[in-house]
């Protein structure tokens, strides 16, 4: 063949782009190892960093005794306005009361387990009424339209203004003052599930809709089938926001309700004590806090298992 020949024979046809963009990888074994050492690795470096920030701001405010360039600074660092962490750590190991063996971290631990128990069920109570409402809005649109605003003006409103009625009404019915902390956490708790739930059950693509119409499949074979599964990681989405609403509805629920137990009222008994024992109060809001993050990533290990085989494709 000589050189003319090559040259005029024709050139294979070029492969053509895929005009689509290309589909984000999903991390392997290894991706996924990594981000689980880095994860926890991550959140640890964040809580030294605002250990560090708290010491350094109150040595700071020591050394230029609470003044720079000629202006006070926001917080007095003094011992009564910011004890050191270590105090407050040292306040959880001594006695919760004069006379009382029991450490003021076993007794708030105690507590905490009360609101925690509230945040649950109003968290059971108001995923429920928020997957209720996400169906009718789904197949009752006039009832969407109406309500929807409503339930967006509702969560508007200070929470400091509906938890004594919430409390009043359940006291009137006759119900525990519990039971009325529990209702004010399921307030908080079913409008993000509502929202998120909704959204899901309309992800489905219109081409699976139709296939399930086209085998006769009615609204409620659709919605078993097809509308909640398809939901399940928005209604994760929902819960893990609704369960820190519930935890924050039940320790305000329980300033207001006069229960006498639960960790919101531990931090009101040591706020009335404050300039007696800062450190507690410190100490009290440290518990509170590790045990809403506590509650939450219980939830996300739920959602783990429950969306195990997603994650694993």
């Known amino acids: 063949m000589t050189a003319t020949n090559i040259s005029a024979s024709p050139r294979p046809p070029a492969a053509r782009k895929d005009p689509r963009p290309a589909a984000p990888r999903e991390p392997g074994r290894g991706g996924t190892l990594l981000r689980r ?21 109150k040595a700071f405010g020591r050394a230029v005794d ?89 969560q508007t409103v200070p929470l400091v203004a509906i938890a004594p009625m919430i409390v009043i009404w359940g006291g009137k019915a006759g119900l525990p003052p519990w039971a009325g902390v529990t209702g004010i956490a399921a307030y908080l708790a079913f ?50 926001l609704a369960a820190t609403a519930s935890v924050v509805g039940a320790i305000v629920g329980e300033l207001s309700a006069g229960t ?24 009290a809001v440290l518990v509170a806090a590790i045990a809403g993050i506590l509650f939450v990533q219980v939830l996300a290990l739920l959602e783990r298992f429950a969306l195990r085989h997603r994650h694993a494709r």
Do not use: C
């Not at 899901?200 to 139709?210: R, Y």
């Open 37 to 57: 050492i880095t994860d926890p690795l991550g959140a640890l470096l964040v809580v030294v960093a605002l250990a560090a920030l708290w010491e350094g701001y």
């Open 66 to 154: 609470d003044r720079f360039l000629g202006l006070g600074l926001p917080v007095a660092t003094d011992d009564l306005s910011m004890p050191h962490l270590w105090t407050i750590l040292g306040s959880l190991a001594a006695p919760a009361r004069a006379g009382d063996p029991t450490s003021l971290a076993a007794y708030l631990v105690g507590e905490t387990t009360v609101t925690l128990r509230e945040a649950l069920y109003g968290l059971g109570a108001g995923s429920l009424l928020g997957l209720v409402l996400a169906v009718l809005f789904l197949h009752v649109a006039p009832l969407s339209r109406g309500l929807m605003p409503w339930l967006v003006a509702s």
């Open 191 to 240: 409008f993000p599930v509502t929202v998120n739930s909704l959204r899901g059950l309309k992800s489905p693509p219109t081409v699976q809709l139709d296939f399930m119409r086209s085998v006769g499949a009615g609204r409620l074979r659709v919605l078993w089938s097809l509308r909640f599964p398809a939901a399940l990681p928005y209604v994760f989405a929902g819960l893990r």
């Open 260 to 283: 006498g137990r639960g960790i919101g009222r531990a931090i009101l008994t040591s706020a009335y004590y404050y300039s007696n024992g800062p450190e507690k109060l410190y100490a």
